[in-house]
């Protein structure tokens, strides 16, 4: 179920530089995300004669899975990650493709469902060498702060 050992990863303990505080940051993204997914979730409203008032937590949550979707497979960070100077990379060391990105947003996604899977990937991220969280380690993905 687990990720095996990720070779092409800048090790925790040589590389520690590229795990710094990436936790916080991850938090720090996540709220940054979120505040702009309800601006764009806000601005929507309107169009639809305010109907998507209704199901307005779909609607939150179907922007929320597209645009963490688009934006990591364009460039492997959200804008908030962006704005924290971390981004995502595959167990080979790469940036996100649009089946990576798919992939971790439905694992996160599914985690945020769940108040107990979540503070365990939260536990992780604060515990876990490289940070990750549980979806991290199932994909076998982690993020870093960005290389200068």
Not at 77 to 84: K, S
Not at 109 to 118: E, N, P
């Amino acid at each position: 179920m687990f990720a095996l050992s990720a070779p092409n990863l800048p090790d925790p303990e040589r590389h520690a530089e590229f795990y710094e505080g990436v936790a916080f940051k991850r938090g720090l993204a996540w709220l940054a995300d979120t505040i702009l997914i309800a601006l764009i979730t806000a601005i929507i409203v309107p169009f639809t004669a305010f109907t998507a008032l209704f199901f307005l937590p779909f609607l939150f949550l179907f922007i929320s899975f597209t645009y963490r979707v688009l934006t990591l497979a364009n460039g492997s960070a959200t804008p908030g990650m962006r704005l924290m100077n971390i981004t995502f990379l595959t167990r080979y060391g790469e940036r996100f493709d649009f089946a990576t990105a798919f992939l971790h947003t439905l694992g996160y996604t599914l985690s945020i469902g769940t108040l107990l899977v979540q503070i365990v990937s939260v536990f992780l991220m604060f515990t876990s060498s490289r940070g990750q969280g549980l979806t991290d380690h199932v994909l076998g993905t982690v993020a870093i702060n960005r290389p200068r």
